[in-house]
């Protein structure tokens, strides 16, 4: 079993930054695929950046150039640092687990935190 919990999120301005943090409750973490997913009230949940146990990543084009996944192994935990946040990266985040990618990548991961809030808005 492997348990997820966010943290970071809060009340930010345009432009502001952000990092969101996801630790892990035990290193067998470090061998899985993980994700970034957020949900806005009212809309469905969507993929935001993956990074995969090789270390390549990918993200949303909403987010690219803007939002930068990476992973401390010796932490067990990964980081979305998000940057030049606008009020449409208003969301609760989630961050998820799975041993294969594909699975991450299509939000059918088997491990989820519970999310953290991040509100951006003047």
């Known amino acids: 079993q492997l348990f997820l919990t966010e943290s970071g999120g809060g009340l930010v301005q345009p432009g502001d930054s952000l990092r969101l943090s996801c630790v892990a409750s035990?290193?067998?973490?470090?061998?899985?695929?993980v994700g970034w997913f957020r949900q806005a009230p009212g809309m469905q949940r969507e993929f935001v950046a993956i990074t995969s146990n090789g270390g390549s990543t990918s993200y949303a084009d909403s987010v690219k150039g803007r939002f930068t996944i990476s992973r401390d192994s010796a932490k067990n935990t990964v980081y979305l640092q998000m940057n030049s946040l606008v009020p449409e990266d208003t969301a609760v985040y989630y961050c998820t687990a799975d041993r294969w990618r594909a699975d991450v990548f299509q939000g059918i991961g088997n491990f989820w935190g519970q999310g953290t809030q991040v509100t951006v808005s003047s």
């Open positions: 035990n290193r067998t973490f470090n061998n899985y695929a």
